[in-house]
């Protein structure tokens, strides 16, 4: 890996500038790196396992994985041998494959709330056609979502509001992860119209830190769903194939009727996908739901590669190896420094904020220090690992964090 | 080609038993083919220039063209080749690559009321962002949009409302393609609160009579988003790189301020993009539209091989030049049956209906023997051609119409 000194971005600087003129700010969307420390890279070029490269060539260990499709590590050869294939014979045609059949018998067999499966393209795609499946099936209106929860960038859930109108949410309701008292109050709100109750696997949302499920929580709102007629909806589009193979939260016994998945289905094809049970069924068939790419072959072959390999690989425990080292030397390290951290969200998606931190500086000085050294963390959004993660990078990413945290305390002291 | 008498859909309606129990109704959305006629296979297996092959291994010339998105024929080598000369790379990372930059400037340079562009997956997705930007940078709620028209599948603008609510369209109105007073009517409803007009480059609607616009429309459009202020947006995605590789209004000679692409930008890979004049850049910042794989790199680098080739190739003369000959000899068969035709639509994306056909019953016929002789139509979409189709192509396919007009003769008789 090069070191500090011999890193230049000059061709991500001059690439930016071309693209500023041609793109509105150069960059849209969640990879812009506008707001991310100097150091960042825009403009990615390259990927094997663990480890990317950037247009100047500069090396990092990947903790982002494309901000999450990246479960297996890039570039991995059984999915990119079974997209290619794939690829020789047909990708988008006048109706699917048979190995959207395949892939659909293949979740169906992994997901033990999923009788059926569709797929789509977005993780927004997904989480969207659960909550017009519940409203077809059920014929009511009303959606409950979390507080700050990130469900996509559809006008109904989008963060920012800008474009949006007042009605594109007229009939959301908004409860607090993990306080079932403010789901009841949004149920009694709601009268007899709650089509669904749509949550994410654990707290996840941007600028906060993570919070994990309290299964007591989870059981509450499938019994409220139980008693009121609701769909749950289990939004893993995130999460999906990082905690457990068969849905997210399974860790805490509890199924969903329906839920959303994206990200790292393909290790990073694009696709998404809705798994539902059989109480859901003829609501799918209700809702019109469609796009031109969503029957395309390659993504699903690759789809199937990617669950079939994370199953072979262990790919869920090497996670969760890799993620508790990473966790324990980080602890260590922000100990020896005298600096206090929080790492919250499970390992395979880790997470660390530093005390008296609210507006991240610290967190950008950390992060900054970091990617110039080549490791890619993000001082705002949750960090992830993938199954290619050895014990080697960790070891190699801790002595960089070493020295970011030291920079850290040179700059805000200890505490 | 097989003959009808060989031809088996064996593994075909295999496939659809096992799709039934692990997907609804065994498929969903527009590629569907439980209300075509019997012998539309379900499931594809193999694309190559003009000509598919379904999973029992039936060959047809193929005139959907995956309902769009293969512009250039299937399994382009060019295309493929910078796919794959990406995908070696990567394809799906922590930001974009600079291939971003080159399709944008490519798309500038060659859409001449386009000073950025910015990139998503479905045609629903660059739609709904034109509306979003629309909304933003006007400060307005109110969009204008043709009755019957389609624009996608979200809650907004999905053709069928199950699982959607009123408050969805609640700033929508409607006006009447190529029929101004009715425009003006919508914007006199709308008050001063305008924020688009939104409109297809010719008639497409499915089920109906396809209608060119009248230039005299266009203009007037034109001059209403002139004087209100609001955002005129070309729905582009379907027509758009089949009429004109400027956008499909180039050829009645008015500039949208945003227009929406997909389907053929990238020869089958997905992708999507949204087009606009400067006015709107900050319109544009303003929101926040995002996706896991909206800055994947494999379908930017296939969309500059598409484009580059189509300008090469002349794809859009060589359309018009099959799509003429097709369209003469489908007229010269039908009056040499007895039979009255109607033949709408760019000859790029013809589309054939009967007289005294209103069910479609005399489409189900034509399209239904066509199949099983190795052609592959629709009997109520439009359909499409591409670059790779030859005047043997065209010559194959009307000897095989000649024979469906026939039947139709037989089963309805003249008229």
Sequence with gaps: MKTV????????????????????????????VASLPEGFPQFMERGRGSHIWDLDGNEYIDFMCSYGPIVLGHAHPKVDAAAAAQQAEADCQNGPSSKMVELAELLVATIPHADWTTFAKNGTDATTWCVTIARAATGRKKVLAAKGAYHGAAPWCTPRLNGTTPEDRAHLLYYSYNNLESVEAAIEAAGDDTAAIIVSPFRHDAGFDSELVNPAFARGVREICDRTGAALILDDVRAGFRLDMG?????????????AYSKAIANGYALAA????????????????????????????????TIQAMKEERGVEAMTRAGDLFREGLAAQAESHGLRIRQTGPVQMPFLTFS???????????TGEAVKRG??????????LSAAHTEDDIQSALEVTDVAFEQVRKAFGAG
């Design 375 to 384: 490791v890619y963390l993000h001082p705002r959004h949750n960090w992830f």
């Design 356 to 366: 008296d931190d609210a507006d991240y500086r610290k967190a950008m000085i950390f």
């Design 274 to 305: 809705v798994a539902g049970n059989d109480r859901f069924r003829d609501g799918v068939r209700q809702v019109f739901a469609t796009g031109s790419f969503w029957f395309a072959a390659v993504s699903m072959a690759a789809s199937i590669a």
């Design 247 to 259: 849905g997210s939260w399974e860790t805490v016994g509890v199924r969903p009727d329906l839920s």
């Design 5 to 32: 000194a011999t890193r230049s971005h000059t061709r991500d600087h001059a690439m930016r500038a071309r693209s500023e003129a041609v793109i509105p700010g150069g960059m849209f969307g969640h990879q812009n």
